[in-house]
Structures are given as C-alpha cells and as structure tokens.
C-alpha cells in the first residue's frame, strides 16, 4: 500500500483534472493521495470525491509559495479545511499576485519582440493560479520555442528576460496559515531549496513534517532527510510532484511512499484538530489567531 502526497492539477499547473489524477494513480497502485496545488485549493473537493469513489484515502493540500531569509520555500499543507475562510482569503491574494505577474511576464516578452498573447496564455492556463508553466505551453503552443526547457533557458528561469519575482509569504506565516485551517505544514523538496540550515527555526515556527522522498532528491538525500526528521520528531512525507504530462513524462508512480507514513500523517492532523477543538471549546473561541498579513512583493 503505498501514497503520493504530492500531486498538481489543472487548477494550478498540473495537465491533469482531479479525476485524471486519481484515475493515473489507480494504474499505478496508490491507495492514498494528497493534492497540492500551488496557492490554490480548488481541486481539493473534485479530488475528494473521485478518491471516495475509488477507495482511495485522501488529504487535500496545497503548495504554498513562502520566503525565508532570501529562500523561497515551499510548504505544504495536509488536511486543511479548503473552506476555511482565512486560508481562503490568503490564497485569493496568492492569486491575484499570480494572474498579475504573467501579464508582466507576457509585457516583458512583448517588449523583447516576441508578440505572445496575453489573452492566449490566461485561455490556455485557464486557471486562478497560473504559473511559469503555463507560459511555457504558450511559447511552444505559438512556435517561439520548441520545448518547455528552452522557454525556461531562455526567458523564464531566475533572472532570464521575462523572468517576473513572486508574492511569497513569509514562512513561519504560511506555516500558521495552515494550523489555522486545521492542517499539518510540512517542508517540500528540502533538498531543492538549501533548507538545511533552517530547519532548526522551522522547527520552532512550528513545522510539522519535512517532504523526505521526491523525485530529484537522490536515495542519499531521501535518506538524509528522513535521518533529520527523526531527530527532530517530524513526520516523513514524500510524493512524486506529478505536473501531469507538463514537462513530457508524467512523474506520478516514482515516488511511493509507505502507507504507514500517510496514516501517521492523517493521525497526527487528527489529533491536532481534536487537540485544538478542545482548547477552543475552553477558551469559549474557535481557536483563531490573526494572520499578520506580511506577504511580501520582492
Ligand atoms: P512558478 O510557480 O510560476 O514559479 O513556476 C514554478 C513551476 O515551474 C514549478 O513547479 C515547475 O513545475 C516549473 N519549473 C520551474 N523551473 C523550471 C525549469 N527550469 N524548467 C522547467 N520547469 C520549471
Ligand atoms: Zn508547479
Ligand atoms: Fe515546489
Ligand atoms: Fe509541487
């Protein structure tokens, strides 16, 4: 029995519908699934319900687009309540943010001669939480570049021409963002951003688990990581970033997580929630905090 907790859909920048995820995942033997989309929420309740039908356990997610000290980081998010009304509003900013930065992205390549259509990209992404991706797709789509890689190389990858920077939050915030939608936060790809050297604040700003297994993280690494985790009593995660057919080969089915690190996963968030119900119930409050509202524009 094994999980992928790390899964994009069509309503960020995976190719695949909810239901095509779920459907892909049956061919490869999961029987537990998260979805996490970047900033976005929306897929969560499709994805739900496809999994119900298919007997497939399920944690809604998302990938949240945070900074630490220069970094950017990105935390997931496991069984959050996709309509808790403060995480709703964050991620709406996310959105705005996002949808704001292709149509710079679009000016940017407009300017260096290359007439993209902005309405184009926003058909063609047909999303609230379009990315770089996207963007990609449109430059190929029209013949301005013959892969997704060389769209990258050429205009979008950090610091490249039509590179635009993103609305991140800081991190400590997003990790509260997503206690206070009744999730567990947990750092994505480790091994991708130089987190090392942060993950001691992260663990006292309150971080929950660390994404252990992923696709670019070498067994070394994977290994490495769960090492961490353990020694610092993290949970252990791990997902195979699936973009859909986006970047040609689907990557669903190359991380398989044991079961048994989903359950701890789905136990723990369980336990936080009752834990956290109760203390609302003896401070005579829902348990909120206000969310500073420290998103920043770099
Ligand atoms: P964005 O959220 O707009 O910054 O886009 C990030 C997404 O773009 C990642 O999740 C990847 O799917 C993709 N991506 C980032 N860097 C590259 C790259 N060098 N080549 C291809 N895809 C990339
Ligand atoms: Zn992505
Ligand atoms: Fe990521
Ligand atoms: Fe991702």
């Given at each position: 029995?094994?999980?992928?907790?790390?899964?994009?859909?069509?309503?960020?920048?995976?190719?695949?519908?909810?239901?095509?995820?779920?459907?892909?995942?049956?061919?490869?033997?999961?029987?537990?699934?998260?979805?996490?989309?970047?900033?976005?929420?929306?897929?969560?309740?499709?994805?739900?319900?496809?999994?119900?039908?298919?007997?497939?356990?399920?944690?809604?997610?998302?990938?949240?687009?945070?900074?630490?000290?220069?970094?950017?980081?990105?935390?997931?998010?496991?069984?959050?309540?996709?309509?808790?009304?403060?995480?709703?509003?964050?991620?709406?900013?996310?959105?705005?943010?996002r949808q704001q930065r292709v149509r710079?992205?679009?000016?940017?390549?407009?300017?260096?001669?290359?007439?993209?259509?902005?309405q184009m990209v926003l058909e063609l992404?047909?999303?609230?939480?379009?990315?770089?991706?996207?963007?990609?797709?449109?430059?190929?789509?029209?013949?301005?570049?013959?892969?997704?890689?060389?769209?990258?190389?050429?205009?979008?990858?950090?610091?490249?021409?039509?590179?635009?920077?993103?609305?991140?939050?800081?991190?400590?915030?997003?990790?509260?963002?997503?206690?206070?939608?009744?999730?567990?936060?947990?750092?994505?790809?480790?091994?991708?951003?130089?987190?090392?050297?942060?993950?001691?604040?992260?663990?006292?700003?309150?971080?929950?688990?660390?994404?252990?297994?992923?696709?670019?993280?070498?067994?070394?690494?994977?290994?490495?990581?769960?090492?961490?985790?353990?020694?610092?009593?993290?949970?252990?995660?791990?997902?195979?970033?699936?973009?859909?057919?986006?970047?040609?080969?689907?990557?669903?089915?190359?991380?398989?997580?044991?079961?048994?690190?989903?359950?701890?996963?789905?136990?723990?968030?369980?336990?936080?929630?009752?834990?956290?119900?109760?203390?609302?119930?003896?401070?005579?409050?829902?348990?909120?905090?206000?969310?500073?509202?420290?998103?920043?524009?770099?």
């Amino acid at each position: 029995m094994f999980a992928d907790l790390h899964l994009h859909s069509c309503f960020s920048d995976g190719t695949w519908t909810p239901e095509q995820l779920v459907e892909q995942a049956q061919l490869h033997n999961l029987n537990a699934l998260g979805l996490t989309d970047h900033d976005t929420v929306e897929g969560c309740a499709r994805m739900s319900e496809a999994c119900s039908k298919h007997g497939i356990a399920f944690a809604p997610g998302v990938e949240m687009t945070t900074e630490l000290d220069g970094e950017e980081l990105h935390i997931l998010g496991y069984f959050i309540d996709p309509t808790n009304s403060d995480l709703l509003s964050q991620l709406a900013k996310f959105q705005a943010a996002r949808q704001q930065r292709v149509r710079e992205m679009v000016a940017r390549l407009n300017d260096l001669g290359i007439s993209l259509h902005l309405q184009m990209v926003l058909e063609l992404a047909n999303c609230h939480s379009p990315g770089r991706p996207h963007v990609a797709r449109a430059l190929v789509q029209q013949g301005f570049c013959s892969n997704h890689e060389e769209a990258f190389e050429r205009f979008l990858k950090k610091h490249r021409p039509a590179w635009v920077p993103k609305w991140k939050v800081q991190t400590p915030n997003g990790i509260q963002l997503v206690h206070q939608a009744g999730g567990l936060a947990v750092l994505a790809h480790p091994g991708l951003n130089r987190a090392d050297r942060m993950i001691p604040f992260l663990v006292d700003a309150g971080i929950d688990g660390l994404e252990c297994f992923h696709p670019k993280h070498s067994p070394g690494m994977a290994a490495h990581y769960t090492a961490i985790a353990k020694q610092h009593g993290l949970l252990i995660t791990g997902g195979s970033d699936c973009h859909g057919l986006n970047k040609g080969k689907a990557t669903i089915g190359t991380v398989r997580l044991p079961h048994d690190c989903f359950q701890k996963l789905a136990d723990s968030a369980r336990n936080r929630q009752s834990a956290s119900g109760q203390q609302g119930r003896e401070n005579n409050s829902d348990g909120d905090l206000p969310i500073a509202d420290t998103a920043i524009l770099k």
